[in-house]
Structure formats: C-alpha cells, structure tokens
C-alpha cells in the first residue's frame, strides 16, 4: 500500500477517536459550567439566609443580654430567603414543582443557634386529612449543645464561655460564664478554662455532626422512594470550617446528587448570620437592549431579576455590567 493509503486509513480509525474525545471535552466543560453556577446559586442563597436570621422584629428587647453573640434566630425566614434567592439564580423561581424536586437534593439543612441547633431534614409522618404517609421537609426539634461526666455533672454549652451546669454532688443548677463558675461548683470541667474551651468546641461540633450524618443517610431511604438514586452522606468538612461553623451563629446546607455530565454535584456552604451584612445585588436584563445589569434593591422596578450576588466583583464575573439608578 502507497503512503497515502496508510494516510487514509489511519484517519479513518482515528477521526472517531478524536471526535468523541471533542464531544467529551464538550461535556466537561458544560459540567463545569453548571458546577459553578450551582455552587456560586449555593453560597448566595446560604449567605443571604444567614443575614436573614437576624431579621426578627424582637432582636432589639435582647440588647441586654449578657452575651455578645447572643441572637434571636428566625428560621423560617432563614428558610424562605434560601429557597427564593436559590430558585432565582437557577432559573426556577416560578415552577413549584421543580422547587419540590430541588429539595429531594438537599439533605440538611442547620442552624446553628447560640444555645442550639436545628436541622431541617425529610420526615415521614401521616398526612392529617387523607391519613396516608408523607414524605416532607420539616424542622426538628432544637438540640442544647450538652456534656455529661463520669460523675453525672451536666454542662449545656453555648456559643461562648456561658454555660447551664447541674451539680450532681450538690443537685443544683448553675448559670453564668465559666470563669465566675469555677469557684461556686465542683464540677471538673469548669475549673480549667483551656480544657473547657476544648471540650466545649468538641461537644458541639460532635453533636452537630452525629444527628447531620443520621438524617443525611435516612434521607437515602427517603429520596429513593423519591426517585433519586443517589448515596447521600455526610461530606468530611476540615476543622477551619467547623471553627467558622461554631463560632457565631449561623447557617449549613448541603445540596448533593444534582447530575452534571458524567458527574454528580456535591458540595455545603456556610453563612455567619452576624458577619453577613453588606446589601446584596441583583441582576437582571434591559429588554430593551439586551444588556445584562447588576443593582441594588432599590432599582427593582426596572429590571426582572435573573440572578442574586453577594459583591460587584461576583456579578461582573458573570457577564453583568453596573446600572446606573441615579
């Protein structure tokens, strides 16, 4: 056979190769384009239910509280500006049904409290007007961060040094910060404000992390029955995150399983609730002239709001250019 004939040939077993690796690369990039866009819908949403925990019309009466970092919390409204800023930035803001399936792919939902935490998961539980099982999201009852001791003393934890101890020696209760405790109790644990610190951070976080991973794998049996074939498990979060996580009040959602390509999305965001305080930004699309624009709430008029973004620099990024609302 000539050269030219070797030629052909070898473009004929070649081509095939070469266009299903075009088709692939295709396919990662679209994942990752998708994977991007969640997560950056996912950080917005969490960020702006966190700021949204402290939207509560009695937040001013605890000016006199003892703490710093104590704050009355507002779950559902936490809940509601995270299912509406997160509806908006992947485009479902107006299809219930697709706001219902979104949800089969978040396991939990925490919040962490100053005193508490608790979580938003699936439950089953009989529907009060047909009387046949349901299958739905609702909050649990709110968990103390507690200890016990091999001497039967009991500490409730907070988010600081203030604590709610029981003596068993004596069978009284004690309140107050762990410093002004150490004299007035026998109980071990308060007499060493390094190792109360240490094991107060341990008691909460293993706390938190027990009854997440436990409503996170009963939501496999849920979300099968659901329609989704999915492992949903408790992803390993580094100790810097679980410092952030403890240390003010706040919130973490886990959005897991969504298909993306070859792929599944897996990943959890965290938002203070007392650091998240700056405005955020909205976008949306000049019908008149096609042009994508970011702006604060007070030009909502104007516009039909496509996305949410939590700074300039992340709207920018996604293609919008700054109104002008003057």
Sequence with gaps: MKITDWAIVFVLLVSPILWINYLHTGDLREAHRLQHRYSSALRTAVQDAAYALNLNELQQFEAGYSSAKFMRSDKEEALSAF????????????????????????????????DGY????????ENEQTGWPEISHRWRPKKPYVYSDQFGNSVAFTLDDTVTAYESMTGKWHRG??????????????????AFEQVRRAAIVRGIQDDLAGYINRHNEYALRLGVDYLFTLPILSQEDWS????DVGVIVFLQGIPVGDFYYNNYAFGGGRLVQSRKLLGGMDEATGIKYYFPEACLSRYRVEQIFTNAREAALAGYREADCR
Aim: aromatic letters at 4%; a negative charge.
């Design 244 to 247: 952030n996580t403890i240390s």
């Design 83 to 114: 299912m509406q800023t997160l509806s908006i930035n992947l485009g479902i803001e107006d299809d219930r049904l697709a706001q219902e399936a979104l949800m089969t792919y978040i396991p939990a939902i925490a919040i962490i409290e100053y």
């Design 177 to 194: 910060r762990q410093s002004e405790l150490q004299g007035m109790t026998a109980i071990p644990l308060l007499q060493d404000t390094k």
């Design 118 to 125: 608790s979580i938003y998961a699936l439950d089953e539980s």
